[in-house]
């Protein structure tokens, strides 16, 4: 047995050797045209072809050699298969016809019957190499693919490709790593560091111009940019764009509670908060912050929890879905919980930190479920007033919506400010009673005060029947000068921030809010509260200007508009009117005015790099390309002035004369 594996051993080698020299001339053939193509997918496909088939012709060769010597060689008698057999299982005659064909097998098995064998069990399946002549055909001639993932570039100047290497260092914050490529049209993440090197130093090569107008020089054989915003890059003519994928803040979604104010059941036990965070990258903190509010008016007493969210086995996902126990917050009847979550990614140097809007939880108090059950007759009051601390949680909350949303809506804003502006109002009023300010606020009581309360008395004074007096004869008394100037500051800011939220601006508003808390603060701490009105002291008036008829000093009531602003820049009207003639002189500096407009009215990645290249082709002395960029600058004007006032002209007695003769 030992004799026999040493002969099929020895065997083995040269039946495999020339089954490969009947094939190699079929594999050079598949594999031939994507060679001449370029077509590195295609060339892959042909060679996991050409490995599986080299893999099947060896099994069998293994499985079926004893077969083909027999077929082959006529000297071995057919008794190839004893080769394979033991001596232990083989009978005497076995035994002896193996000692036959070991003697015979070196002479009987040459080169010229492996070459037979070969001939005939080596042969090649021709409709292989008919489907890879077929699609390499189909590659050909399909329009722009004939280079496969090679980048397209100008025959005139593939070979200055070859002489750069791109390389690209996307920020180690994002995990992706750092890697080269040829010349080509690239999407990098933001703040990526791209560096083209050459691969020779020439004696002057051409600086890497981009397309905001700058240039990179080689210095010495690499030029370096950090992509903060999409462009593209020529060198030698060619130009490749670079879109660059920015990093955006975390994104916040509230699931449960499904309303910015949930009023829980009176009976209520726990409270349900799903939470659910996604980033592009990393989620480095993120927490649910809790402040509960208990008391009522300007006695509420605040209480703030900072909880971090827990940390899944997705970096870039956080989630928490957690059933509170009401007492788990510290909530009782009568409370508020207002929360948020803040979270922060990893990017670097500075992380993006967003906040969602603030939630807020009521449980009804027992005071409120008893006055609402109540079946006893009950005058109508005023709706309650809110205090100044939670007019300042309202304007944080919406400041808060806004930068949250960069989109808010105009509408919903204005809306809101506009409540807030009213409940400031309000309480303004309410503190101005203190000073004597007017106010309609709980109904107009002085008809009721003044007269009526001795209607059947018919002797009265008229003073008293029809006047309306408002000064109070114990303010002298009951109100020390410290207070006074304690309202003052309050009613002061509270009207400085009534007119910021009136505007549209709660963000001013919101110190002038925090003011008047301070104020009132310090208004609680005094010893006597005055709640009577008083009256309103005018200026005093100067005697001996009064039913004088002088006017000096006194503006118009009709207040002269101002100038139109300027939509258009002078200088780019200039620049639009010479690129309406394709033979114009362009004015100085053009480049950098148009470059600039670009940049700051085109916002749309595309439409900017459009621009750009339009901007880029005129530079480089395109008179047909003129138009274009003329379209690119008047398409970005997007706001035209409007007069709302007629130009003042004189009415002479031939202009009215002409008029009315126009006029049927």
Known sequence: MRAAADAYSALQPRLLRALMARRWPWWLALVLPWLLLRSWPGLLVALLVLGFDFWRLRQRAERQWPRWLDAAVPALEDSSALLQQGTDTAGPLARLQQQRLLGRLAQAVDAAALRRIASVQARFDRRWLALSFAAAAMLWLWPGQSSGLAPQALPASAAAANELLLQVTPPAYTGFAAYETAPKAL?????????????????????????????????????????????????????????????????????????????????????????????????????????????????????????????????????????WLLSELGMEPGDELYFFVRAADNAAPRPHIVSSPTYTLRLPGLQAAETESSALPMLVKPENLRSQRQIIIDTEQLLSEMKANPRFPPGQLRARSEAIA????????????????????????????????????????????????????????????????????????????EKQLRAIAPQPALPHEYKALEAIKQLQQADRIYLHRTAFAPPPIKEEKRMSGDAVGTAPYRREQGAMPETVPAHLRELMAALASEQAALPALWSRTAQDWIRERIRADEDRLAAQRALQDVMDGCANCRPALRAWLRGSVTEAGVRLQAEPSTATPFSKAWQQRSEP
Request: charged share 30%.
């Open 422 to 497: 009213a409940d400031q109002s309000r309480l303004r009023l309410r503190y101005g009673q203190f000073l004597g300010e007017e106010s309609s606020l709980f109904g107009d009581d002085h008809g009721d005060e003044h007269g009526g309360e001795h209607g059947s008395e018919e002797k009265q004074d008229i003073l008293h029947r029809f006047g309306h007096a408002h000064d109070q004869a114990e303010n002298a008394t009951l109100f020390d000068e410290a207070t006074k100037k304690i309202l003052r500051r309050a009613l002061s800011a509270m009207w400085d921030a």
């Open 187 to 323: 999407q990098v993440p933001e703040h990526s560091e791209i560096r083209w090197c050459l691969k020779t130093e020439p004696a002057n090569a051409a600086a890497i111009e981009l397309s905001d107008g700058s240039r990179l020089p080689f210095a010495p054989r690499c030029a370096s940019w950090q992509a903060n915003e999409a462009m593209f890059w020529r060198w030698q003519g060619q130009r490749y764009t670079v879109l660059v994928t920015p990093d955006g803040a975390p994104r916040i979604a509230i699931e449960s509670p499904d309303e910015l104010i949930q009023v829980l059941a009176r009976d209520a036990r726990s409270a349900r908060i799903a939470v659910t965070l996604s980033d592009d990258y990393k989620i480095e903190r993120a927490s649910l912050h809790l402040t509960l509010a208990r008391g009522s008016g300007e006695n509420i007493r605040f209480s703030d929890r900072e909880l971090p969210m827990p940390v899944s086995s997705d970096p870039r996902q956080r989630r928490w879905d957690k059933t």
